[in-house]
């Protein structure tokens, strides 16, 4: 499958990765948004949250209780974004889901 992070996963394309267990990676963008941008990407390839299933949805919930943890050792005190783009109207580039998580700077109050 043509997937750019299904390459990552598989260590096919370098990626600067943070933390690796048997169900998800975090990473870093590789355009960052602001001084902490990070992608928390699950192991298995579906496209979005609108294919999440029971099992898929404690995979993203562990997903993003680890990046609220890497966002704590990070020292994002004053706090950070975590977000999840799907299809066209959400500018969604990659069609593997992923969570950005965004911090380190004040962000815009406006989400779209
Ligand atoms: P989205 O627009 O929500 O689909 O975000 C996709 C993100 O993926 C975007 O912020 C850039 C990032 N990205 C795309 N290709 C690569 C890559 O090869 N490596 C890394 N680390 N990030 C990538």
Known sequence: MDCIF???IKGEIPSTKLYEDDEFI???DVNPQAPVHLLAIPKEHFASVAELDDERAVVVGKMIKKLAEIAKEKGLDDGF???TNK????CQSVAHLHLHLLGGRQLDEKMG
């Open 6 to 8: 299904c390459k990552i």
């Open 26 to 28: 975090v990473i870093k």
């Open 81 to 83: 974004r975590i977000i």
């Open 87 to 90: 299809g066209k109207h959400g």
